[in-house]
């Protein structure tokens, strides 16, 4: 059931307890219920609600793309995109199978692959949706054998199912960030880049075609990096899940480029002139959202109807600075797949120094971290970076969300607003 | 092995014989309610003038009716009405379904409730082991005001919450309410690996086919959940006052098995903490209804 609460923005000063009340009666029950409730939160933002647009028909579309003589792949979706739309093939991000699948990927993951319970949910969901759509369109995956030892095993169990799985070999971001390490790490992923390009295409990639799309990328991550420092003056404009949205669309525009640059351009504009949207308890409290994009979109809301506003993120989506020229555009892929200027590749520790710059930036009160139940990675990455800031003084909450389509678990949703009481 | 005394815990108190005495000038004579509705159980205290009245119910699947009918229980108990309740602040579980029309009302997590009950019964506390009918927590606490500094919370498994020991009481035939005070006349150390309810059960059946007492099997039950519970401590670090709180909080053998685990003693306090939650939410209703008040009176002036 669908929030009938209709939200409205009050004035500045007016007592916290005359706002809109949020029923919360009838929960919602899965990703895509969060985000048509989102949608009608922001209808004052036709920006947000063609934002979510592009989301809901991005793979739809991608598929559409396919059956029309196209090409579509699935792909990690975050630095592959523009080698991809060089390649002229639509790069559909994995990452949309957890959040618009179906309540049956799990139990294909658990019956038929015979996944352990305590399977890491992404790995399960994503082969268990695979698996349900083995008779669409869609059936290149294109991935970086840099990806988790378990989704690595994943790969080879879809492809069993008539998928064709092209692996890329990998390298990661050496120790210390060693520069001839570095470099020598870049080339070696350059080549694979190139490699991967004759596979897929039977001649070597348009590197001015690359040197375009990186050009592409860069410009749209300036206008997203404005529309973050707008948001800092006025949070709920654009709420958490919203932002999210937003940040992941940077990493492949959901399949469609111009339609993607041209949402950004407008919401620059609606948030320049854009009226202040007052929280539901008066003041609203900055928070840091470090980790995975997450899944269950009711931790984004209740972060938001409790008072808080997650202003600072560190994803998967690198969007702080431009991406760095090198000798070569693929390269320049190469690179910042690595992490580029921030370092964010490799151990986890590379995050701590880019993770204090932009809490001090956004101002953020707490973090939240947040993976997947049954990462075993991302959990020790946790514990590393939750230690590093609880001996700074910046109290933080480590999270565990599910990947796959469902409820979030009412423990979640208690943890995330005491952080949020606690801080206020 | 000496089994304290059970308490017998009235409806009603003066705030005067139950607050710490720090805390009685910060409770205002406005009729508030607090409703803690648990996964098992649930609460309410009721603040009217100088008393606090208690009551308590089974949670049911609806807790917008358990709501209500506590607030109808409560109502029979005291004489209040209504018209006379300024603001009702729901928490726990069952607290997201909560949405009163007859009163003005909110909604804060049972963490900040239990801490700021804690608090209010017990001014010093600074730690809080909190162990309900489906969850354990641990939680810091400022005592200057009662707010929450730093808090974990064990979710992922049942280990010692009121629906394992519910399940372990079935398991040796003992009523929930028993079981711990039969943990207390163990007189051998048993060990039990699990402490997944699912997998408990065979391991509690076999120690019952060697021939094991129940009450040494109660009492291993009770040391095993306290281990996971100590480690949630020892994450955040033992500060004391240290206050033990929740559904589970009135399990003898528990609190004995905790505090052996610890090294340290839990404070008493004048109610039981079952109705910490509830407490801490009726505090944060006279707050709110405060806020309200102030807010209105600037409008009108």
Redo the contacts between chains.
Sequence with gaps: MLLTTEIKPIALGQ????AP?I???Q?LQNQLEYINASKQEHSYSPAVGKLYDLALSYVEDAEKHAINGGRSAWVMGIWDSPLMYALDIVPISLTELGRLGSNDAMMIAEDYFQLPKETCSMVASVLGEWYLRRNHPVKEIIVFNRSCEPLNLGWELIADEGFTVHRIETVNRPRNNDPERLAEHVRFLAEEFEDLAIRLTGKPVDQARVAYEIERINRILGKVRKILDLRKNNPLYIRSLATMFLLMGSGHYFGKPEEYEAVVDLLLSELRVADYIQAARGKVIPLAWVGGRGQEFGVYKTVDDCGGAILAWSTPNVWRHDWVNARTPLESIALNMLGGPEGYGGSPVHRLKPIEELIEEYGAKGILFYSYVGCSFAGVHQEIQRDHFHKLGI?SISLEGSFQVGPP???????V??FV??LS | MRIPKKIKWKRYMKINAILADEKVSDLRPTTVIGIDIGSRQAKAVLVHGDEIHTTITASGVDS?ETAERLIKKIGRQTGILHKDIAYVVGTG?GR????FEAF?SD??????CHAMGAHFLNAGTRTIIDIGG??SKAIKVDPDNG?????V?N?KCAAGTGRFLEKVAELLDYKLEELGEKALLAEKTLEVSSQCVVFAESEIISLKVKGERREDIAAAIHFASARRVRNLVNRLGLEPELVFSGGVSNNQGMKRALEELIGHPFKTTKLDMVYAGALGAAVFAQR?YE??RA??ER?VA
Excluded: C, N
């Design positions: 007592s916290i307890f005359s009340k029923a919360t009666r929960e109290p678990s009412g423990q979640l949703l208690t943890r607003r005491a009481e606690m | 917008q579980y997201i379904a909560l949405d003005p909604v804060v997590t049972e963490i900040s489906q969850d707010r929450v500094v730093e808090f919370m979710d709110y806020g309200v807010s209105t409008e």
